[in-house]
């Protein structure tokens, strides 16, 4: 039996179409999706997989057909016929990428929009304070140099708005549902080389892991102490360039408990591969009572720090018992501090 060409076309069409709409729903190559905006951006992954997997079987199957169906037989010598375009088939292969694209653009804005990235208030409001909040003790993060400098936590430059900006920028706002309530937690960023350091104001916690309560709306107010780094959580989707000299701004919800790793994704200097650290997304009861721990550890460091030197000794005072075994006296100590 003999088929026509335009059953065969439209079977193969419907085939390519499953194969399609199957792989684009069942490739696996995404990890855990753990936050609310992570499911917005699979939606839009999942298309664009679903066409590039049809356009890639349309594409590799004509060239695969053509080159065994029109290849050179064995003892044809002939010339090939000699063919001058097909301008209704240049139109259709023009216009269906570019509708393509055009859809998919629509698409890609939709997604940014619903996740707060066109807020108009994002912008201009941020709920921070100016100055990062001081706690007990001294809070401090070492780079991995030679020279083994530390930089003092209040000394992280933290602003309410960039310098010459007057705005916050870039930043992703609350979703449309959201817009014009203020967020469930504020955690201000800090990245500098090479380390992340996570202050809760409202708590006066610092933290080198970033922690969350699942099901709650997070703004994460973040600046770069030397270098640009990168916000980079896969399971959240979310990634965002934190600038030097400017304050960036995410928020979002995590949607799912569990360790996630937190990366610098943008090369910071020579030990980029090592600035990473955890974000731990945890149930309410759980996140307070690591908020109370970090409280009672601050302070019981301070308390030590103060017994040290619980008299109001000088400095001379201070450091005689450990410079009278080096020689020095406390005339010489009296002259360096002159």
């Not at 890609?108 to 003790?137: K, L, R």
């Not at 409202?202 to 780094?229: K, R, T, Y």
């Not at 934190?242 to 020579?270: H, M, N, S, V």
Request: hydrophobic fraction near 40%; aromatic fraction near 10%.
């Amino acid at each position: 039996m003999n088929i026509p060409s335009t059953i065969w076309t439209l079977l193969i069409g419907v085939l390519l179409t499953l194969t399609s709409l199957w792989f684009g729903q069942n490739h696996s190559l995404l990890p855990t999706a753990a936050s609310d905006e992570a499911f917005l951006v699979d939606g839009l992954f999942n298309t664009m997989m679903t066409v590039s997997v049809g356009i890639f079987l349309i594409v590799e199957g004509v060239l695969i057909f053509s080159a065994f169906r029109y290849r050179r037989r064995k003892g044809d010598d002939t010339d090939g016929e000699p063919i001058h375009g097909n301008v209704p088939l240049e139109i259709l292969w023009t216009a269906i990428p570019a509708i393509i694209v055009f859809g998919i653009s629509v698409y890609s804005f939709d997604v940014y929009n619903e996740m707060g990235g066109f807020n108009p208030h994002a912008a201009h409001e941020s709920p921070m304070t100016p100055q990062a909040t001081s706690m007990p003790g001294a809070a401090i993060a070492a780079t991995l140099d030679d020279t083994s400098e530390v930089r003092n936590i209040d000394q992280l430059p933290q602003k309410e708005n960039a310098p010459e900006m007057g705005v916050v920028a870039p930043s992703l706002g609350a979703t449309p549902e959201n817009e014009g309530t203020e967020p469930d937690l504020v955690v201000k960023v800090t990245g500098l080389q090479y380390a992340f350091l996570f202050n809760y104001p409202d708590s006066g916690v610092f933290s080198g892991e970033l922690h969350l309560p699942i099901g709650q709306e997070v703004l994460l107010d973040m600046a770069a102490n030397d270098v640009i780094h990168a916000f980079w959580v896969p399971e959240f989707r979310l990634k965002q360039d934190i600038i030097p000299g400017r304050q960036t701004q995410l928020r979002f919800t995590p949607r799912k408990e569990g360790d996630y790793k937190l990366i610098c994704a943008e090369l910071c200097g020579p030990y980029h591969g090592a600035m990473n650290t955890t974000v731990v997304v945890q149930t309410q009861q759980e996140f307070d009572n690591w908020i109370k721990e970090q409280q009672v550890a601050s302070k019981e460091t301070f308390n030590r720090a103060v017994a040290i030197n619980p008299q109001e000794k000088s400095a001379d005072e201070f450091l005689a018992p450990y410079t009278s075994e080096m020689g020095i006296s406390s005339e010489m100590l009296h002259q360096i501090h002159k």
